[in-house]
C-alpha cells in the first residue's frame, strides 16, 4: 500500500491504497492538475489517480515496460501539451503525453481539491484527539482509531469480532439501565 502524508506533520495518511501484490517503486503530481497524480509500479505499469474521480481506487493503469519504473517526472511544453518522462530498470526512457482529461483541471478543482484535503487532515485530527481523550491501556480495552499498519484478514476479523462483543455488552448495559433487561441476562457474544 501507499499514502499521501500532509506536509503539516501529519504521520497518518490522507490517501492510503489499499494492498497490493506489487511494489509502488515513483511517483509524482501531475503539474495541472491538483486532483492527478501518477504511481509507477514495479511490474511496469503506471497507476493514474484522479481524486476528482475516485479516491479509493486508480483510474487507470497502463502497462507501460516489462521492468519496473524508477522514475517519472512531468513536463509541461506548453499551455496544450504535458509530457511524462518514465525511466525504467532497464534505463529506458519513454516519453508520454498526458491526455486532455488528465491536463485539463475542472472548475473549482483547486478549491474542492483544498477542501477534500482539509476534511481529510481534520478527519485524522480528530481522531488523534479522540485517541489521546481515551482511558490508557490498563483502564479498558482500547484500539487504535487508525490503523498504521494494514492487517491480515483473520487481525482483522478479530479485531471486528472484540468490537462488536464490546458492543453487545455496552447494548445490555444501557438496556439494564433502562429497565428493559436484566443484569444477569446473558450477553450472546460472537467467537
Same mark, same amino acid.
Given at each position: ?10 504521520? =497518518?495518511?490522507?490517501?492510503? #491504497? +489499499?494492498?497490493? $501484490?506489487?511494489?509502488?517503486? %515513483?511517483?509524482?503530481?501531475? !503539474? ?32 507501460? =515496460?516489462?521492468?519496473?519504473? #524508477? +522514475?517519472?517526472? $512531468?513536463?509541461?511544453?506548453? %499551455?496544450?501539451?504535458?509530457? !511524462? ?46 485517541? %489521546? ?59
Amino acid at each position: 500500500s501507499s499514502g499521501i502524508n500532509a506536509e503539516y506533520g501529519g504521520e =497518518s495518511e490522507l490517501l492510503q #491504497t +489499499s494492498r497490493s $501484490p506489487v511494489k509502488f517503486t %515513483a511517483a509524482c503530481w501531475s !503539474l495541472t492538475r491538483p486532483g492527478v497524480f501518477f504511481i509507477g509500479r514495479d511490474d511496469g505499469n503506471i497507476d493514474v489517480w484522479d481524486l476528482m474521480d475516485r479516491s479509493h481506487e486508480p483510474s487507470m493503469s497502463q502497462n507501460i =515496460s516489462s521492468s519496473a519504473i #524508477t +522514475s517519472l517526472v $512531468p513536463y509541461r511544453v506548453s %499551455a496544450k501539451q504535458v509530457l !511524462l518522462g518514465v525511466g525504467d530498470d532497464f534505463g529506458t526512457l519513454h516519453i508520454l503525453e498526458v491526455p486532455w482529461s488528465l491536463r485539463q483541471p475542472s472548475p473549482n478543482e483547486v478549491a474542492n481539491m483544498a477542501s477534500y484535503f482539509d476534511r481529510e487532515c481534520s478527519r485524522i485530527d480528530y481522531y488523534k484527539d479522540r485517541e %489521546a481523550n481515551r482511558p490508557s491501556k490498563g483502564a479498558g480495552p482500547s484500539e487504535p482509531a487508525i490503523p498504521m499498519a494494514l492487517e491480515t484478514d483473520e487481525e482483522e476479523e478479530e479485531r471486528l469480532k472484540k468490537s462488536f462483543n464490546s458492543y453487545l455488552t455496552m447494548e445490555k448495559d444501557f438496556l439494564v439501565k433502562l429497565g428493559l433487561r436484566r443484569d444477569d441476562d446473558p450477553v450472546a457474544l460472537v467467537h
